[in-house]
């Protein structure tokens, strides 16, 4: 007689590949929510950074009582929320007897002086999303010490923004306040090195010379 032929089970060999291809599909829809989460943090809810950039002309006028600068900043918010601007000051990192930096003085329509504008005290404004804004940035306060001179400034604008704490720097750039020929008068200026000539130039260093000489003249006095 014959032996019985034994049955055969596949059932388990099915089952160990439906577990198999369970971790596998876990694994894929992880992936897929993580990217889409990834993805709206990314587009929607990313705190991004404030960046301005060197301006390339300027207002200025310096006396023996007050020193104005006038800079047309160009604000650039890299990410999806807005950023509140709170103030802004500009700083004289190289200059020893520069003890206060420039406070944001007014904020006027635009770069030129002009007798028909009428100023704007600082307000709280605000950079939406991947949107840029220019605005006409009046500083302007006595230097206490500071006088000064017919060269290039390196200046740094500094912020306080609604999210950080304290103020941050924005731009560092070269000022070239050398160029300003008539610093009594409060006349625009270009901010390239290449614009002026060796003979405005000249006239800029006898200027400056001159209001750098009543200034040591007054306190002197």
Known sequence: MLA?????HTAPAVH??????????????GCALAFTVASFWW???RQGRLKSYEPYSFAGAATPHLTLLRL????YNTGPKPIIVQNLQLRFPDEPDSIL???WRNSWPQLMPVSEDHA???AVFAVDGRKAEQRFIEFGAPFPGFIPQAKDYTVTLEGTLGHRKGWRPLLTFTLRMGDMISPS?????????RDLTEADRE?????????????AEQQSS
């Open 4 to 8: 019985p032929t034994p049955a055969v």
């Open 72 to 75: 047309p900043l160009v604000f």
């Open 185 to 193: 008068q409060y006349i625009t200026y270009s901010n390239s090195p």
């Open 203 to 215: 006239k800029a260093n006898a200027a400056l010379e001159a209001l750098a000489a009543k200034l």
């Open 101 to 103: 930096p420039l406070p």
């Open 16 to 29: 160990t590949a439906q577990s198999s291809a369970l971790p596998a599909a876990a694994i894929v829809a």
């Open 43 to 45: 587009l929607n809810a």
């Open 120 to 122: 704007a005290m600082p």
